[in-house]
């Protein structure tokens, strides 16, 4: 028996795969996935859940989930529309960011965050930058929120970041991205 175990051990390890290492993009809006878990503080509201995002250039998904992995509410845009949908709700709109304020009461800065995730500054306004000493970016200033990175998942300067703070006027966002995926 002993013998078996051993062997099943050796077999089921070389089965095993090295985990992708997804490196950030080169260019603005290229498509990316996530999973992650979101914190949002403004005031009296403390709310949190986990989340998945897939992102491509024409279209987003991002799913809201309970601590069990149920969704809670599912956002969708395309060139058309924005739609959210909850259990029992489906709302529509032209603004994932107002839409998601109406609904849900959080307002995530969604068009500059698909830029935000991947430390790259959004093309539209100004920015101000601070890198730390590896050339990653710990502090990006835009939009009136300043995002500060506190990890990444490697330490080289082109490295996808694990952990990031949004503040703007009393409210905080706190990110953590727990899995990237390849596109």
């Known amino acids: 028996m002993r013998r078996f175990l051993l062997l099943l051990a050796a077999l089921l390890s070389g089965c095993a795969t090295a985990p992708v290492e997804v490196q950030r993009p080169v260019q603005a809006d290229a498509p990316f996935a996530f999973n992650g878990r979101v914190a949002i503080k403004k005031g009296e509201l403390h709310e949190s859940a986990g989340l998945r995002w897939v992102h491509r250039a024409a279209e987003d998904e991002i799913l809201l989930l309970a601590p069990l992995g149920q969704t809670v509410a599912r956002i969708h845009r395309d060139a058309n529309e924005v739609t959210l949908d909850t259990s029992d709700k489906h709302y529509t709109n032209q603004d994932m960011e107002t839409l998601m304020q109406q609904v849900l009461g959080w307002h995530l800065p969604l068009s500059g965050l698909r830029y935000w995730v ?54 905080q966002v706190l990110l953590l991205i727990d899995e990237w995926e390849a596109q």
Do not use: C, F, H
């Open 118 to 171: 991947t430390a790259l500054p959004a093309p539209e306004g100004t920015s101000s930058i601070e890198r730390a000493s590896n050339g990653q970016l710990s502090v990006l200033r835009q939009q009136g929120w300043e995002i500060s990175y506190s990890r990444y998942a490697a330490p080289t300067p082109d490295a996808l970041p694990l952990r990031m703070k949004l503040q703007r006027e009393g409210t």
